[in-house]
C-alpha cells in the first residue's frame, strides 16, 4: 500500500458501497503533511510534461491542488461554485451534473488567470462520475490551453470517471484507486488483499 492508501484506511470510514468518509484529512481537517506528500507525488508522475498551471475546483481540490502548485512551481487556480462579487466579466463557465446531490451547478473561473499558451494540470479531491473533471476540462478548452493531464486525489474506480475521461483522450493519474467497497472494509485496485479498517 502506498503512504494514501495507508492512510484511508486507517482514517477512513465506508459509509456505503459507494460513498467513503476521509473528513479527518481531506474533506474537513486536512492534514498538510499528506498534502505536501500528495503534492510532491503528483508533481513526480506529472514532471516533464511542461506544467504551466494548476485547476482545481473549491472546495476540497484546494488543498492537494496547492501543494501540487509549490512542489511544480506554477501557479493555482480554482473554480468557483457561485460568482464572488469579485468575479463579474471575462468567466468561462461550464455546467457540472452531481450524481451525488443530483442537481446540475454552473461552475466558473476567471479568463484573466489563464491564457491559450498555458499547459493545464487539473487536480481534484475525489473522481468518482468525472462530471466535475469534465467541467474543468470544457473551461480550459474554451481559453484555448492544453490539459496536460487530470492528477485524483481518490479515484473510485468502480465509478465511470476515468473511463470518461480516457474517452476524451486525458491521461489520469490517481494516487489511490478504490476497486471496491463494502461496509468496513475495502480493496484497491493494485492490491489483492482486501483492507479492512481500524475502528
Ligand atoms: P464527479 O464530480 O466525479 O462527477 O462526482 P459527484 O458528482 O458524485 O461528486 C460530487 C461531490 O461529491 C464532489 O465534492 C466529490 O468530490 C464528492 N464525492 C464523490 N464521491 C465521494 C466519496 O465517496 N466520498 C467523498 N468524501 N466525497 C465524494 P463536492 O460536493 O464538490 O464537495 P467539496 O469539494 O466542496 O468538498
Redesign the pocket.
Known sequence: MNFLEKRIVEDGQV?SS??????SF??HQVDPELMEKIGKEMAVRFQGTGITKIVT?????IAPAVFTGLSLGVPVIFAR?QKSVTLQDGLFSAE??????QQTNTICLSAQFLTSGDRVLII??????????LGLCEMVQQVGAVIAGIGIV?E?SF?P?RQKLEKKGYRVESIARIQEMKEGSLTFLTNIKEETFHE
Open positions: 459509509l459507494s460513498v467513503l468518509k476521509v473528513d481531506l474533506n475546483i473549491e472546495s476540497s481540490g461554485k457540472v451534473y452531481s450524481f451525488t446531490k481534484d479531491d475525489f473522481l468518482a462520475y468525472g462530471e466535475a473533471a481518490i473510485k465509478q470517471g
